[in-house]
T-cell receptor, first 114, second 115 residues
Framework: AQSVTQLGSHVSVSEGALVLLRCNYS??????LFWYVQYPNQGLQLLLK??????LVKGINGFEAEFKKSETSFHLTKPSAHMSDAAEYFC????????????FGQGTTLQVKP | GAVVSQHPSWVICKSGTSVKIECRSL??????MFWYRQFPKQSLMLMAT?????????EQGVEKDKFLINHASLTLSTLTVTSAHPEDSSFYIC???????????FGPGTRLTVL
């Protein structure tokens, strides 16, 4: 079985500050891990993914995440927040390979204050 | 990049009627499509997985006779909500992927409101 826990349903940062969104996973098999962003009334856009290659993954819009097996974590970071980063962020896990079904975390709302 | 569209983007219907939502992969062939529903301020819950030419696989608790899924071609899957009720009001999102790859591409979603 697989599951994802996102710590903090709401994160607020100032523009220019570090963004840290936490994600811990549980998986009985080697996982694939994903971060998606959702803007209001829109679908999901892939930010980045870990698929058993490099543990530090760089994505779009300056985001990156590090896979830490010992901590079962895949936290999302960005050095400097921008107002346009305000959105809902979802961490997801799937079984490796073959477009496996995604299990999503509860989501974290990122608020960016001017 | 891979683009997935959904139609309609929003729909309002009366209780008891049926509504069909289309999901299309515009620039790639999707061997697998997924249907999710999302309630306000909540996460996405997988409803079913459909493979082209096969019957959909429904998640536990999802009524297959109420949520009819057809994946007749490699670029089109449809979700029909039959005899809709107000509790079916939700945001329905599809995603599409290709066998052998690890990424799903999401559609923009369909907002269903049942009066």
């Amino acid at each position: 079985a697989q599951s994802v826990t996102q710590l903090g349903s709401h994160v607020s940062v100032s523009e220019g500050a570090l963004v840290l969104l936490r994600c811990n996973y549980s998986s009985s098999v080697p996982p694939y891990l994903f971060w998606y962003v959702q803007y209001p009334n829109q679908g999901l856009q892939l930010l980045l993914k870990y698929t058993s290659a490099a543990t530090l993954v760089k994505g779009i819009n300056g985001f990156e995440a590090e896979f830490k097996k010992s901590e079962t974590s895949f936290h999302l970071t960005k050095p400097s927040a921008h107002m346009s980063d305000a959105a809902e962020y979802f961490c997801a896990v799937s079984r490796s390979g073959n477009t496996g079904k995604l299990i999503f975390g509860q989501g974290t709302t990122l608020q960016v204050k001017p | 990049g891979a683009v997935v569209s959904q139609h309609p983007s929003w729909v309002i219907c009366k209780s008891g009627t049926s509504v069909k939502i289309e999901c299309r992969s515009l620039d790639f062939q999707a061997t697998t499509m997924f249907w999710y529903r999302q309630f306000p301020k909540q996460s996405l819950m997988l409803m079913a997985t459909s493979n082209e030419g096969s019957k959909a696989t429904y998640e536990q608790g999802v009524e297959k006779d109420k949520f009819l899924i057809n994946h007749a071609s490699l670029t089109l899957s449809t979700l029909t909500v039959t005899s809709a009720h107000p509790e079916d009001s939700s945001f329905y999102i599809c995603s599409a992927g290709t066998s052998g790859t690890d990424t799903q591409y999401f559609g923009p979603g369909t907002r269903l409101t049942v009066l």
